[in-house]
Antibody, heavy 120, light 107 residues
Framework: EVQLVESGGIEVQPGGSLRLSCAASGFTFRTYTMHWVRQPPGKGLEWVSLITGHGRLTAYADSVRGRFAISRDNSKNSLYLRLDSLTPEDTGFYYC?????????????WGPGTLVTVSS | SSELTQDPAVSVALGQTVRITCQGDSLKNYYASWYQQKPGQAPVLIIYGETNRPSGIPDRFSGSRSGNTASLTVTGAQAEDEGDYYCNSRDTSGTQVVFGGGTKLTV
């Protein structure tokens, strides 16, 4: 059974930084592109970033490019998201998502999410 | 703003059929997927590649597309189908992922 569990969400001040982690199990992690998707409380879903299985290709939403950095450690079955220069608009639940075998942008497994709050 | 447009809310009587639509130019070239999200939970994939259902998804959920509009149809809606529904696909450049704004379904 595929399991994804995010961690690292906290309350941080504007301009601050943090790193989110996603622990994966139940599938061959290194062979799948992984994504981060976020959701402000009470609002819709917004794709954030992706990283291919070998980690050589990444992509970002325009709203986070230059501030966020995605990475992975296939030896630890873990996905990461570094968030810098945070603003209140970055507040929300952050989900890691596994790409479906047919490719992106279909996400067939999601973690429960971790909450990031940016507030002074 | 999202490149995929959804109606904010739709309602359906118990046992009746409802269609939720997702409109966007990128859908002429890229498949849509659909997700169901209930309060306090992560989204769940219910349709991929426009028309395919993952295992475990009831067959009352179906997907289709016409031109630049993808549709999710719930045939014989049940009370447990209440929730938010999101479509997603690639953007028109093909380099990023986009989600529709979501449709709240009330049964």
């Amino acid at each position: 059974e595929v399991q994804l569990v995010e961690s690292g969400g906290i309350e941080v001040q504007p301009g601050g930084s943090l790193r989110l982690s996603c622990a994966a199990s139940g599938f061959t992690f290194r062979t799948y592109t992984m994504h981060w998707v976020r959701q402000p409380p009470g609002k819709g879903l917004e794709w954030v970033s992706l990283i291919t299985g070998h980690g050589r290709l990444t992509a970002y939403a325009d709203s986070v490019r230059g501030r966020f950095a995605i990475s992975r450690d296939n030896s630890k079955n873990s996905l990461y998201l570094r968030l810098d220069s945070l603003t209140p608009e970055d507040t929300g639940f952050y989900y890691c998502a596994k790409e479906h075998d047919t490719g992106w942008p279909t996400f067939d497994s999601w973690g429960p999410g971790t909450l990031v709050t940016v507030s002074s | 703003s999202s490149e995929l447009t959804q109606d904010p809310a739709v309602s359906v009587a118990l046992g009746q059929t409802v269609r939720i639509t997702c409109q966007g130019d990128s859908l002429k070239n890229y498949y849509a997927s659909w997700y169901q999200q209930k309060p306090g939970q992560a989204p769940v994939l219910i349709i991929y590649g426009e028309t395919n259902r993952p295992s475990g998804i009831p067959d009352r959920f179906s997907g289709s597309r016409s031109g630049n509009t993808a549709s999710l149809t719930v045939t014989g809606a049940q009370a447990e189908d209440e929730g938010d529904y999101y479509c997603n696909s690639r953007d028109t450049s093909g380099t990023q992922v986009v989600f529709g704004g979501g449709t709240k379904l009330t049964v």
